[in-house]
Nanobody
Framework: QVQMVASGGGQVQAGGSLRLTCTTS????????VGWFRQAPGKSREGVSFIMWAGGNTHYAEAVKGRFVISRDNAKSTFFLQMNNLRPEDTAMYYC????????????????WGQGTQVSVPS
């Protein structure tokens, strides 16, 4: 059974930083592309950042480029999202996800989802 557990959310002032962690089990982690989505109240879910199974290729939404960094540790079946210079518009529930096929991540339909972790950046 695949499990994905996201953690690291919280409330931080604008300009601050948070590091999200997604710990996985039950899948051959090194075979999977992984990433983060977010959904703010009243808005559609959007892809934030993805990293390919080999770790070499990454993708970032325009809104977070230059501020967020995604990384993975295949030995620990874990991946991360370092979020710097946070803004009020980053406030959302953040979800981790995984799929063998990157196109499924890009179109917002990954096979596996974790539960969300809330990030709040008051204005």
């Amino acid at each position: 059974q695949v499990q994905m557990v996201a953690s690291g959310g919280g409330q931080v002032q604008a300009g601050g930083s948070l590091r999200l962690t997604c710990t996985t089990s039950g899948l051959r982690f090194a075979d999977y592309n992984v990433g983060w989505f977010r959904q703010a109240p009243g808005k559609s879910r959007e892809g934030v950042s993805f990293i390919m199974w080999a770790g070499g290729n990454t993708h970032y939404a325009e809104a977070v480029k230059g501020r967020f960094v995604i990384s993975r540790d295949n030995a620990k079946s874990t991946f991360f999202l370092q979020m710097n210079n946070l803004r009020p518009e980053d406030t959302a529930m953040y979800y981790c996800a995984a799929d063998r096929v990157m196109s499924n991540m890009l179109k917002g339909s990954p096979t596996y989802w974790g539960q969300g972790t809330q990030v709040s950046v008051p204005s």
